[in-house]
Each structure stands twice: as structure tokens, then as C-alpha cells.
């Protein structure tokens, strides 16, 4: 994938921003934001909808506060690089808040904070994204799915929630789709507001936990595009019906938090919290402990570490159809 993008004029850092985070998606169990998006990135990149070697500017930079223009990159490299600058700010003040305008969809939000989580941070991001999220009371979306994430590393483990404020992403959906699997219930709704379990006529999609997840994608929403300048709900170009191939100019934020800076071991009182949660379960089922945030990724990436991912013939036809006239044969390793 490093070597695809670089043949089509990418930078390394930003292919390989690229590609781990799509990797570290699929091995973690999120395959909807995972290598099965890389064939629709590459077209972007084709059509100058991405940028590959972007220039990431700090517009306002200040002790705890950053805003930063991505260029229209792609949004992996963008936030990742947002983020890596922010950490010095983050332990010279305690914390950081950086606001990025001008990027572009940036897949799962575990990737882009996973350096920071290494480095003893707590972080909180949040992404905009196109209007796909039903409006409550309505029977038309306007907000986008907006995910966040909540993350802190206790020692070895990952403690993370990185969700989307609706029920499933929309690259979820799709992938139903292609595989023509019924949705489960109270995943989506068609054309006219009404649930469907048929993915192929999904157009909106629910929020979890009805008014409660709406209510949160409008705040993300406030605290991207609002305070990015940038476009805002149904401003935001759609990710897959992009005719002219502009720039989308999806807006992030993130804060950072240094682990540091707080007098008690932080690391510890999380993992007493995982105790707390793991013997809270009845004896009758023993062999089910409940999991903390993040432990279900955690097993599947460790799995596919074991046993590796799948990598099909129709994924690499539909990365090479991407690539358009650019022969990319030899990129792949075939040893």
C-alpha cells in the first residue's frame, strides 16, 4: 500500500499514515474504516480529491491552543501530524486543544491518537462528517455520524471508545451492501424516514441511543466545523458523491492531556477500574467477563497477528482499477 501510493506521487510519511492506519483498522476488527477503503482513497488521490504531499500549516498557535489548516490531505496523515506537533504544547501546559480545517475523511480515530496514547496522553478527538445521521423528529438527516474517541493506555492496554454517535458507520452499511447481508434492526432508514434492514436502500441512518447520540453529533459538530471556520452538516460535501472531486474540507478536533501532570498514578486507578468491571460479573458465567473499552479490538488485532488478514483478488483488481492508467503491479510483494 506504501509502495502504491508513493508510484502515485504520495509523500512517505503521508503513505505511510495511509497505511497503517487502514491496516491497524481491519486488524483491530474495524473493517469498515480498514483496507477496504484503500481502493476508494486511491481514487481520490487520482482525482486531486486527496492531497498526498499536503502542507500542514498552524494558522493560530498558542501555549494550549493550535488551529491548523491540513491542505487537504489525507485525513490519517493530517490529524496524525496535528496531534504529534500538539504534544509538545500538551506537556509544557498540561493540555492541548488543537482544532484542524481543510482535511479529509481520517478513518478510524484509534490510528491518529495511537502515538499520542504511546506517549502517556489521555486524548479526546472528534471528526465531522456529511450529513448521514437521522434528525430526531425527523425524517431527513442533516448532521453527520461525528465519531469521537476516549482513549488512555494503562501500562500494556488500550482503553478506548471510538464510536461513531450513530447505531453503525455508513461504511458499515456498504459493506452489506457488497456482501448482501440484511442490516439489523434499527440501523437505518430509506428515502422516506422509514426503517430498512435492505442495505442497498439505506439513506439515513439511526443514532445511537436516539436523542441522546443525536444530541452528541451536534456538539461534535460545534466543537469541528463550527470552530474550524470550516463547512458544517449538510454543507460537507458527501464522502462517495463527489462528481466534481472537491476538496471536502472535513474539519477535526482533538485534546490532549499529559498523565504527568495529574499527582496520582493515573495508570493504576484505570487498571483498579478494569478489576472493578472484570469481577462484576455472577459466578454462573465465569467463562464471559465483561470487557473494558477497547478490550474486543485488542483480541481481534491479536488474533489477526497469530493468523493475518485476507487479502483477496478483488481487492487488489479494485486498487488497480483505482489507479487508473498507472501500472501498479509491481508494488505488490508476491513472495
Not at 488543537?98 to 472528534?126: M, P, Y
Not at 447505531?167 to 440484511?182: A, C, E, H, L, Q
Amino acid at each position: 500500500m506504501v509502495a502504491v501510493m508513493r508510484k502515485l506521487g504520495g509523500s512517505k510519511d503521508c503513505a505511510n499514515s495511509v497505511a497503517e492506519g487502514l491496516v491497524m483498522a481491519t486488524m483491530r476488527g474495524t473493517d469498515s474504516h480498514g483496507i477496504n477503503l484503500f481502493p476508494h482513497y486511491i481514487s481520490c488521490l487520482i482525482n486531486g480529491a486527496k492531497s498526498a504531499n499536503p502542507t500542514i500549516s498552524r494558522v493560530i498557535d498558542k501555549p494550549s491552543f493550535t488551529l491548523y489548516d491540513g491542505g487537504g490531505g489525507f485525513g490519517l496523515h493530517v490529524l496524525s501530524t496535528c496531534i504529534r506537533i500538539s504534544q509538545d504544547n500538551a506537556k509544557a501546559c498540561g493540555a492541548s486543544f488543537g482544532v484542524v480545517r481543510n482535511s479529509t475523511h481520517c478513518g478510524a480515530l484509534f490510528s491518529t491518537a495511537k502515538e499520542a496514547l504511546d506517549n502517556g496522553f489521555i486524548v479526546l478527538s472528534w471528526t465531522n462528517a456529511d450529513s448521514l445521521l437521522l434528525s430526531f423528529n425527523g425524517n431527513r438527516a442533516s448532521l453527520g455520524t461525528n465519531p469521537i474517541l476516549i482513549g488512555i493506555k494503562s501500562y500494556t492496554d488500550y482503553i478506548v471508545c471510538d464510536s461513531a454517535t450513530s447505531v453503525v458507520p455508513w461504511n458499515k452499511v456498504r459493506n452489506f451492501i457488497t456482501s448482501g447481508m440484511p442490516l439489523g434492526d434499527g440501523w437505518a432508514r430509506d428515502s422516506f424516514g422509514n426503517p430498512t434492514n435492505k442495505a442497498s436502500d439505506a439513506k439515513f441512518l439511526d443514532s445511537m441511543g436516539g436523542y441522546k447520540g443525536y444530541a452528541l453529533s451536534f456538539m461534535f459538530e460545534v466543537l469541528t466545523g463550527v470552530l474550524a471556520g470550516g463547512p458544517i452538516a449538510k454543507e460537507i460535501i458527501p464522502m462517495y458523491n463527489n462528481p466534481g472531486h472537491a476538496n471536502r474540507q472535513i474539519s477535526h478536533s482533538f485534546l490532549l492531556i499529559d498523565q504527568k501532570c495529574m499527582p496520582q498514578n493515573i495508570q493504576d486507578r484505570v487498571r483498579d477500574l478494569m478489576d472493578m468491571v472484570r469481577t462484576d460479573c455472577p459466578e454462573s458465567s465465569d467463562s464471559v467477563k465483561p470487557s473494558y473499552p477497547g478490550e474486543p479490538e485488542d483480541i481481534c488485532h491479536k488474533n489477526h497477528l497469530k493468523h493475518g488478514i485476507i487479502i483477496t483478488n478483488h481487492w487488489l483488481s479494485s486498487v488497480s482499477l483505482a489507479a487508473g492508467d498507472v501500472n501498479i503491479d509491481d508494488c505488490w510483494d508476491n513472495s
